[in-house]
């Protein structure tokens, strides 16, 4: 991960960095084919859709302005995830679906609506998935010592006495590593999952 203190969001901005796109890619794509997945569509009818998302992300991340409202980004993806599922939609009523196309309009219409359990189901795969992705990437750039401290606390959830006494460490320095790591993950994620 490129460590600086411009959120992915930012680099973004400068549809140049490369390095940035990529990791959209990383992260999104598969959010985007997972929830497909669930979806009465061909796995290349997903793959297209999932590229459809990531091109109109490309097109107008550049006009996309952050109102500091939390999940903003993430339902801004959805909108667009949704208009490329109807898209799809759309192009296939010509042809019949197995399974009907009610099921998947109604699914549809539940993602639009900000306060639907399918909307809320999507804004918490959103987070983990993200939240996932960015600690795989804050990982290599850690060292190994706090990142195990930051793991055997945070997310194993462990007692900071055993992982001190597991990794012959103060107690301190295990809060001190999970506080790292997780300041990473705070700047990693501006803009992504506030």
Known sequence: MATTSFSLLDRLQNQQDETAWQQLNDIYAPLILGWLSRQQLERSDRDDVVQDVLLVVLRRLPQFQHNRRPGAFRTWL???????????????????????????????????????????????????????????????????????????????????????????????????????VLARLRQAAVGLLD
Do not use: M
């Not at 909307?119 to 990142?147: A, C, G, M």
């Not at 194993?156 to 999970?178: D, G, N, W």
């Open 78 to 180: 959805r909108a667009i995830s949704v208009n490329c599922l109807r898209d799809h939609w759309r192009t296939r009523r010509l042809r019949p679906l197995v399974g009907g196309d009610t099921s998947f309009l109604e699914a549809l219409n539940q993602l639009t609506d900000d306060n639907s359990d399918l909307s809320r189901q999507w804004d918490e795969e959103h987070d983990l998935i993200v939240t996932r992705k960015l600690l795989d990437s804050i990982r290599d750039d850690v060292e190994e010592p706090t990142w195990q401290a930051f793991e055997g606390v945070a997310l194993q959830e462990k007692p900071a006495a055993e992982v001190a006494t597991e990794l012959r460490i103060s107690i301190a320095s295990v809060y001190q590593a999970k506080s790292r």
